[in-house]
Each structure stands twice: as structure tokens, then as C-alpha cells.
């Protein structure tokens, strides 16, 4: 048994410990006593080796209201966003991102806690976020792992006194309006959020480090007649483009639309935004400009970190909260289930890994859940079982097996009748969605075939199976995320 065991050390001494040119061709010809001696150093090498390499810091970058094609690298043809698109070239670019709910208070509840709305049970108008989700969410779980938490921007969540410092050892919250006196200069409030994060980074050395940085941009200041402010170094941009119209954003697709749809405050905020050709253009560019001005702000961060020499050893994670209507379907806004409200920009750009493993496109469903995974998945910090997202790391293995094949999405926001209260199930092919208060009314799409939602198939007879087929996945899906609520 010894000479057994004393041939396999070396076998293994061989092939895990040592560079075998260090050996000559009478390695295993060694005496015992310098064996086991290499041995030993070996192994402890080996096992010392993974605690060695430095943590990977991770800035997690947030917008608000950013759809999934206001990106350069989307296709789009206008937007100018080249610092969000060399992320997306040079990392995992994930075209089919969706929120989990199109509305920025339960959609970034569901990043901090991975969970879904119906079972953190918080959005607007909502007793504060409880406690035990927070304590499982991935600032807290960092933040016991050694890393030093760090928080910019606009928060959105309401969460019990004391808990925002539990979460972040530092922390910036900023509030609307854009514009702010500081010092008795004028300053963007990108811009100021910026100026925080450069100086959390700075002031992290020596220190592992998360910073969650969440801009308010591209939201509207929906009280103000112009409803888009950006910073004066984003000015000139679009003066000179035309903003193609939305296919589906011609009258008659609006008129043929049921009555209950017709009145909600997509329409509202239609009126407030694109009811005339002059307006459109004016305020798409405007949401433009503010995209742009964030990309800015991203080029900035990035050359810190190359000054700081962190640049090789920092994840960045590049996401919206949720989509947003642009005159589709004679809409504004967000908070329905069609494509353009709840897809959203996602990247995950990691520089420790080879060009191989990077410079992809991964057209799997991912949801905003995935990104509270990743987030302790890469510092290798356990993830709670009853998170309801998968690690994006999967996706470095080039082909993740199982992954999922389809998406459950919810808005759940009470007591105010323009917003509606809504499910959907999204497949490889299929769109499903149904509503509360209209129990007898439902849309289907073939979003292969149909990527602009244009024909509702609800109606078709031929698909009568199908919708009972989803209406009892939804059921399921939904008792399951309503068992684990904390009462």
C-alpha cells in the first residue's frame, strides 16, 4: 500500500505541484525522505495557490429606465455610447436581459435580495423592504466576506432606519433634480455621482471592494414640461439625426387596442412626451443625450482604474433596472410586459478572463435576478438556495447546461388604476401575458416570428390549448413565489 500511495504522490507532484522541467528524466528515482520533503511543499502550494490571487473588486453599474436597444453595440444606429459598447465587445454582451418587474422600485428590491417582487413583496406604495431579505442580499453577504461595500447614486428602496448602513461601509444617495448648485457652481447630477465613485475607488486601496453605482439618468423628470435634462458636454449630439418612428407607433395600432389599455399612464405619458412629430424627436434625443452622458461617466471610471492599476482585477456589471416605451404602441414608460419594456441592457465584462472566454454574445434569457448571483458567485462568497437567479459566471463555460428556456415577469404595483397589474411567460417562442382585472383578455405572440408584437394570437382558436397551457404555468409559478414570502 505504501509503495502504491508513494508512486501516485509522485504522479501527482508531477502533474499538480511542480513545472515538470524542474525534474529530470530520474524523477522517480527521488529518495523517500526528498519526496515526501516535495511533497509536502507541493501540496501546501497547491492549496495556498487559490487564496493567493487577489479578490476581484466589482462595480456594479445601474441606469434607470434604459432599454435594451439604446446601446450602440445593439444596433442601434443613432445612440453614441462607445464606452458601454467596448464593455459589450470586449465582454459577455446579453442580448435577451429582461426585469423581472418593469418598475424601478420592485426591479432594483429584486437586484439587492435576488428575488421576485411577489415574494419581497415591495414596489412603490409598500411597507419598507424586511429585514431578512436584506440580510441575505449581496451588499450584506459582501460585506461579511471582507469587502468593502459602497453605494452612489439613486437607491429606490425604502428599508428600515439604520439598514442602508448595515448594507454599505460608504455610501452617496442622490436625489432629483438634475441640475444642483454646488459651491456655487452648476453641476449634472451624472456627473456628480460620477465624482463619488472615483472617490470610493480611490479611497478603497489596499481593500477588496463592491461600489453599486446607480444612475438616475435616463429617467424624465416626469413633473417638468421638458422631461429630459442632460450634461452641457452632451449638447451637440443629435442635432442633426432624425429618430426613426416606432412600427408599431402609428394611430391605428393604438386605436385597435381594447378600452383598458387605452387609459393607462403609458397613454398619459404618451400625450407628455411624443403626441406630436416635433415632440418626439426633441425628447428621444433628449433620453439619447442622457445615455450619452452617462457613457461618459463610464469612460471616466474606467480610466481611474487604469491609474489606479486596478483596471486588470476589476468586474464590471452594466445593466438597466428596466425597458421603456418610446412611442411603441402609442406608449410611454414602462411597466407591461412587451419587449420594449422589459428587456434592458446587460454586460458582464471580466478582464481575468482570456479573450477566448470574452468578446461573446449570449442569446439565453437572463434576468436582472442572475446579476445578484454573479455578484457573490465571483468573489466565491455562497449563494442562498432560496435565491431565484443563476451566476451569468456560467456563461465563461461557454455552454451553461441546464439554462433556462424561459422567463416568469410580474408588475404587482396596487391602488393606482393606470397602472396595471400584470404577468407574462416568455419562452424561445412564445410571449404570454394576462392581467388582473381583465381575467377574459390575453395577449400571445410569436416573438420569432412576430418580434414586434404586432398580432395578438390570443384570440385564434388554434391556440386555445396554449393560452390554458400558460395561464396554468403562471398559477404554478406564482403559488410557489407566494410560499416563501416572509409574512
Known amino acids: 500500500m505504501q509503495k502504491v500511495f508513494f508512486r501516485w504522490g509522485k504522479l501527482r507532484l508531477m502533474k499538480l505541484a511542480f513545472p515538470t522541467f524542474l525534474f529530470n528524466t530520474n524523477f522517480y528515482n527521488l529518495p523517500k525522505t526528498i519526496f515526501y520533503f516535495l511533497l509536502i511543499i507541493g501540496i501546501s502550494l497547491a492549496l495556498t495557490y487559490d487564496r493567493k490571487q487577489p479578490k476581484p473588486n466589482i462595480i456594479f453599474i445601474l441606469t434607470d429606465d434604459h432599454r435594451w436597444d439604446a446601446l450602440g453595440y445593439s444596433g442601434n444606429p443613432v445612440i453614441k455610447t462607445p464606452n458601454m459598447d467596448d464593455l459589450a465587445r470586449n465582454g459577455l454582451y446579453f442580448k435577451n436581459a429582461f426585469a423581472s418587474t418593469p418598475i424601478c422600485a420592485a426591479s432594483?428590491?429584486?437586484?439587492?435580495?435576488?428575488?421576485?417582487?411577489?415574494?419581497?413583496?415591495?414596489?412603490?406604495?409598500?411597507?419598507?423592504?424586511?429585514?431578512?431579505?436584506?440580510?441575505?442580499?449581496y451588499p450584506y453577504l459582501l460585506r461579511k466576506a471582507g469587502y468593502r461595500t459602497g453605494f452612489v447614486g439613486k437607491f429606490g428602496v425604502k428599508v428600515n432606519e439604520g439598514m442602508v448602513d448595515t448594507l454599505f461601509d460608504w455610501h452617496k444617495l442622490t436625489y432629483l433634480p438634475y441640475w444642483k448648485e454646488l459651491n456655487g457652481t452648476r453641476k449634472h447630477l451624472v456627473d456628480i455621482n460620477g465624482d463619488h465613485a472615483v472617490d470610493f475607488i480611490k479611497s478603497?486601496?489596499?481593500?477588496p471592494?463592491?461600489?453599486?453605482?446607480?444612475?438616475?439618468?435616463?429617467?424624465?423628470?416626469?413633473?417638468?414640461?421638458?422631461?429630459?435634462?442632460?450634461?452641457?458636454?452632451?449638447?451637440?449630439?443629435?442635432?442633426?439625426?432624425?429618430?426613426?418612428?416606432?412600427?408599431?407607433?402609428?394611430?391605428?395600432?393604438f386605436n385597435a387596442l381594447p378600452d383598458f389599455l387605452k387609459t393607462t399612464m403609458n397613454r398619459q405619458r404618451w400625450y407628455w412626451r411624443f403626441d406630436t412629430p416635433e415632440k418626439y424627436q426633441q425628447m428621444v434625443k433628449g433620453y439619447y443625450r442622457m445615455i450619452s452622458g452617462v457613457d461618459l461617466v463610464i469612460g471616466r471610471l474606467r480610466n481611474s482604474l487604469k491609474e489606479l492599476g486596478l483596471e486588470k482585477n476589476t468586474v464590471i456589471i452594466f445593466a438597466g433596472d428596466n425597458g421603456y416605451f418610446l412611442g411603441e404602441r402609442g406608449y410611454a414608460d414602462k411597466w407591461l410586459m412587451h419587449e420594449t419594456s422589459i428587456r434592458t441592457p446587460m454586460i458582464l465584462f471580466d478582464p481575468r478572463m482570456t479573450r477566448a472566454k470574452q468578446k461573446r454574445t449570449v442569446t439565453e434569457m437572463v434576468l436582472n435576478l442572475d446579476i445578484t448571483a454573479t455578484i457573490l458567485d465571483l468573489v466565491n462568497a455562497e449563494i442562498p438556495k432560496d435565491y431565484h437567479g443563476t451566476s451569468l459566471m456560467a456563461f465563461y463555460k461557454q455552454k451553461p447546461s441546464p439554462w433556462r428556456k424561459s422567463v416568469f415577469l410580474e408588475h404587482r404595483l396596487e391602488g393606482n388604476p393606470l397602472l396595471l397589474k400584470t404577468d407574462a411567460y416568455r419562452d424561445d417562442t412564445w410571449k404570454f401575458i394576462r392581467y388582473d382585472d381583465h381575467p377574459d383578455f390575453f395577449e400571445l405572440y410569436n416573438h420569432k416570428e412576430d418580434p414586434y408584437e404586432i398580432t395578438n394570437l390570443a384570440s385564434n382558436i388554434f391556440y386555445a390549448n396554449q393560452i390554458k397551457h400558460y395561464k396554468s404555468m403562471c398559477d404554478s409559478i406564482v403559488g410557489k413565489l407566494m410560499e416563501v414570502r416572509v409574512n
Do not use: M
Open 204 to 207: 478603497s486601496q489596499g481593500q
Open 209 to 253: 471592494f463592491c461600489l453599486s453605482l446607480s444612475f438616475w439618468s435616463p429617467h424624465a423628470e416626469d413633473d417638468k414640461k421638458e422631461q429630459y435634462f442632460w450634461p452641457e458636454n452632451v449638447d451637440s449630439l443629435y442635432i442633426h439625426d432624425k429618430i426613426p418612428l416606432p412600427i408599431t407607433g402609428d394611430s391605428g395600432f
Open 108 to 137: 432594483r428590491a429584486s437586484l439587492l435580495t435576488g428575488l421576485y417582487e411577489r415574494t419581497h413583496n415591495y414596489t412603490f406604495g409598500r411597507p419598507n423592504l424586511k429585514n431578512e431579505y436584506l440580510l441575505k442580499s
